[in-house]
């Protein structure tokens, strides 16, 4: 079955730009969506359609897409944004969902 | 306003059932695609299953195929997993997750239940 990589972390300065990113074959054929999970709290929808934010979702969050390589751009990190990151995504064959394995952000 | 409320968690010993619920008022039910994902401690995200958003198909993830169930209830806007066999590999939070089923297929998760946790312990 198809898999999406994930960097486990990545941090970044107070106030700067970061890209998380998420590879993997379903990435040609299904645009990833992406979610931010707090600690003990539900995920929450950032963008889906490659980049389109649910209402809501703050404008220093967007999301990209090159072959089988998908990122989440953060520009201007807040410390509110230090979080574990997911993408994920739809197995075109079989129409399973597939989400990496998370990204925590730490923001410095 | 949207919410989902799961029940029915608990702990269970191996080889045991039990059934999960949410509850999904406030948004047109059979609009929507709705999705398990579970979560194991300190794990990462896992998707479970899905019932399409007209009902025309179920889809389950390989681990969990041919012992869970999901089913869903349009008279009372409820959501159902039912899980046998019980492995203590299934241990996790569990979430429900609504899918507006952009472009037709499933996909973007756009509002998450806060979860219910299932032990399968002995």
């Known amino acids: 079955s198809s898999e999406l990589t994930q960097d486990p972390a990545v941090s970044v300065a107070l106030g700067q730009t970061v890209r998380i990113t998420c590879q993997g074959d379903?990435?040609?054929?299904?645009?990833p969506s992406w979610y931010q999970q707090k600690p003990g709290q539900a995920p929450v929808l950032l963008i889906h359609?490659?980049?389109n934010r649910p209402s809501g979702i703050p404008d220093r969050f967007s999301g990209s897409t090159s072959g089988k390589t998908g990122s989440l751009t953060i520009t201007g990190a807040q410390a509110e944004d230090e979080a574990d990151y997911y993408c994920?995504?739809?197995?075109?064959?079989?129409?399973?969902?597939?989400f990496g394995g998370g990204t925590r952000l730490t923001v410095l | 306003q949207v919410q989902l409320l799961e029940s029915g968690g608990g702990v269970v010993q191996p080889g045991g059932s039990l059934r999960l619920s949410c509850a999904a008022p406030?948004?047109?039910?059979?609009?929507?695609?709705l999705h398990w994902v579970r979560q194991a401690a300190g794990k990462g995200l896992e998707w479970v299953a899905v019932?399409?958003?007209?009902?025309?198909?179920?889809n389950y993830a390989d681990s969990v195929k041919g012992r869970f169930t999901i089913s869903r209830d349009h008279s009372n806007n409820m959501l159902y997993l039912q899980m046998n066999s019980l492995r203590g590999d299934d241990t996790a939070v569990y979430y429900c997750?609504?899918?507006?089923?952009?472009?037709?297929?499933?996909?973007?998760?756009?509002?998450w239940g806060q979860g219910t946790p299932v032990t399968v312990s002995s």
């Open positions: 997750a609504r899918d507006p089923f952009y472009g037709g297929l499933p996909g973007a998760l756009d509002f």
């Open positions: 406030g948004f047109s039910f059979r609009s929507y695609g």
């Open positions: 019932i399409w958003y007209d009902d025309s198909q179920e």
């Open positions: 379903s990435l040609r054929n299904s645009y």
């Open positions: 359609g490659n980049d």
């Open positions: 994920n995504s739809r197995d075109s064959v079989d129409n399973h969902l597939i």
